[in-house]
């Protein structure tokens, strides 16, 4: 068993040994994101509790967690959990409803059809996908789907104007902000798992 070849390694300092637990562990599929962080908290391996949580907030939605998963996380890593899950759908309806102006080529002639298109463009395709529950997708990588998204009623260089506008803005990697200030969090109170 894995545990408790992690605890033996690490009760008689066998680095070796540890390291072989933790490759081990890491080839595993199916693993509980739970049972990473558990681990990775008594065993010392941060990068279990980090990817572990990560796997948490953004896989597992809140009423799927289990009381076992629970307890493997305590009160302060649930909530770490619900605070990272709460502020990730905030800053997701900011990013949503605040919709950028498009920004406009000198050489459009239709900039009305340009400003409708990008409204719907922006709701259809960023807003909807981005507070969609079932897509685990960044702001990034949905900006990344709207520049491969052919808008026949928006000109070509407005469109690629207004996306490098959105593309600059500020706030665009919150989600990091929010799921590292929610992990500090969690290992600041990690003592009651070791």
Known sequence: ????????????????????????FDS????????QVQLGFAHRVEDWVRTGFRRVVKDVPMD??????????GGQGML????????????RNHLAYDWPEPVFSVTCSTEIG????????????????LLHPDYNFTPREVLQHLERVDVTSM???CKLLTL????????????EEILASSLGLLISGGVWLL
């Open 1 to 24: 068993n894995l545990v408790t070849l992690l605890r033996l390694a690490q009760f008689f300092d066998m680095p070796r040994a540890h390291a072989f637990a933790i490759e081990q």
């Open 28 to 35: 595993l599929e199916n693993r509980s994101p739970f049972l």
């Open 64 to 73: 799927e967690i289990t009381v076992e998963d629970a307890d493997r996380l």
């Open 80 to 91: 770490a959990v619900a605070s990272a899950k709460v502020g990730l759908m905030e800053y």
């Open 114 to 129: 340009c400003r409708l298109a990008w409204k719907r463009l922006w709701w259809h395709e960023f807003a909807k996908v």
């Open 155 to 157: 000109c070509d260089a």
């Open 164 to 175: 490098e506008a959105v593309k600059n803005r500020e706030g665009l990697d919150g989600e």
